[in-house]
């Protein structure tokens, strides 16, 4: 059990640019979630897989973020023409069943 | 629909004391309910999680949480602040089917030497 990995830890942008970022749940795991933090407030839900479908989607993630769960193993979120807005930490987690989620380190995007 | 509250974005103890965060959730079904730890610049850690049997509910590094049902609480608590118990805390629910978990705003803990 290595846990859950996010790449790249760090991201800046210019505002526009797309950008995408990796995880990669714990091996067994059959649930992925997306989280978005943003300075002083908790995790925010974007949307969840069970394997490779996406069954949950908030209303937070606008038609230019996308999230993809090829094979049911790795996950890549992708947030297109990117805005100052979306500057905030961005946690993935996952899980085996609902009942309990691990997290990952985050990937930390910075938009100028 | 399903929300939690932590009561005190901001706590401070002095080492050695009682430590006593809030959580109060609203659930439309029986929750379960977790409490995660996050240091700076790193992801959330489990501390504790309730999912319907015992009521007191022990954690990791001396913390446990008792959920009242009649309070709709789950308050977190730890007989002796450490040093190490610096950081944020944030309380979260979800439902049985784990689809969604919505978390609190979080309580930074400060602990005075």
């Known amino acids: 059990d290595t846990g859950v990995s996010q790449n790249p830890r760090h991201k800046i942008t210019k505002r526009g640019q797309n950008v995408t970022f990796r995880c990669d749940p714990i091996?067994?795991?059959?649930?992925l979630y997306w989280y978005r933090q943003t300075l002083g407030q908790g995790p925010e839900f974007l949307t969840y897989?069970?394997?490779?479908?996406?069954?949950?989607k908030s209303r937070l993630l606008s038609d230019r973020f996308s999230a993809e769960r090829p094979k049911g193993s790795f996950s890549t979120l992708e947030i297109q023409r990117t805005e100052q807005g979306d500057s905030a930490m961005y946690l993935c987690?996952?899980?085996?069943?609902?009942?309990?989620?691990?997290f990952g380190p985050g990937t930390r995007l910075l938009v100028l | 629909a399903q929300s939690v509250t932590q009561l005190g974005s901001h706590v401070s103890v002095s080492e050695g004391a009682l430590v006593l965060l809030r959580c109060n959730y609203s659930?439309?079904?029986?929750?379960?309910l977790f409490w995660y730890v996050q240091y700076p610049n790193q992801g959330l850690q489990l501390l504790l999680k309730?999912?319907?049997?015992?009521?007191l509910v022990k954690g990791i590094n001396g913390f446990e949480a008792e959920f009242k049902k009649s309070e709709t609480s789950f308050h977190l608590t730890k007989p002796s602040a450490h040093m190490s118990d610096a950081a944020e805390y944030f309380c979260?629910?979800?439902?049985?089917?784990?689809?969604?978990?919505?978390f609190g705003t979080g309580t930074s803990l400060t602990v005075i030497p």
């Open positions: 897989f069970q394997n490779e479908a996406q069954l949950e």
């Open positions: 979260a629910v979800s439902d049985a089917t784990g689809n969604q978990f919505y």
């Open positions: 987690a996952s899980g085996l069943g609902g009942e309990t989620q691990y």
């Open positions: 309730y999912t319907s049997a015992a009521t």
């Open positions: 091996s067994e795991h059959n649930r």
């Open positions: 659930s439309s079904v029986p929750p379960y």
